[in-house]
């Protein structure tokens, strides 16, 4: 089961308090931020300052954390991720670092909830890839952003009423659930934290000219996932996304560089997801 894995600052995603519940068997549950983002996986990216094991020798868990123009990912992985776990032990901080897990709230006995990521895959990175994402996180951020200050506009701001602004259907309701749970939050936050984010990426944040964003997928890896998508779908019913990895792996594309091919070719109206956990090819 693949849900699209958000890009976001860690700043966004720490206040969030609230989770959605999966309502069937083969259903995904949900991290609900502020600004409507209704997050079942990340794909993060930053510098991992330092790694703590909470286990044992014998059972591990691993606890990491990585921060971002805007705040710190807490990520932890232990038994129920063996692979990732395996990779977070061997890092040595402070190191660049690509995240791709599960959105997941931790409730206190006292009350408080904290969001945290359970990690699926987790590899070092260089600054360029790092940059790249704070600018995949920042287009991501406006958009909310955008959408929201429209939104609150609105002298009934139901999902429907959301959805006339020209927002998807997810988005629209990922937002009136938000304005539920939440209220009308301080835009102006976030317009500060789209900001830093922006101006992290300005030549004097960086130690040398060789690290500039990076640019987004090739022609050629996108022509290969496109084909990819094509071969594996053999019932009609969409390239099963466990089989699309492996296939991409087998290609010499790394998982990352999956995610981003499938996100522009999403954007672009080539594929779509028919059913969670499948992609299909337009025409």
Known sequence: MRETAWRLFAGEYNESRKSIAAEGERQPSFV???????????????????????????????????????????????????????????????????????????????????????????????????????????????????LAKSAYALESPTAEAIRKLGAKAPAAEGLELAMREYGKVDLGRYTAMLAEGLRYLLPEHRTGPEEVPAPGPSAATEETVLGLVTSLDDAGKGAPWDALVAAAGKAGIEPADLEAAVDVLLDRGAIYEPVLGRIKRIG
């Open 32 to 146: 609900l931020t502020p600004l409507g983002a209704k997050v079942n996986r990340l794909f993060l990216s930053g510098v991992l300052t330092d790694v703590e094991n909470l286990g044992t020798d014998a059972e591990p868990m691993y606890r990491g954390r990585v921060s971002d123009p805007t705040g710190v990912f807490h990520v932890y992985a232990g038994q129920y991720q063996p692979l990732a776990a395996a990779v977070l032990g061997k890092i040595a901080p402070p190191a660049f670092v690509a995240v791709v897990g599960k959105a997941k709230t931790y409730t206190t006995e006292q009350g408080s909830t904290y969001a945290n990521v359970r990690p699926e895959r987790i590899r070092v990175v260089d600054a360029r890839v790092r940059d790249y994402w704070v600018l995949e996180a920042c287009r991501f951020l406006r958009k909310r952003l955008e």
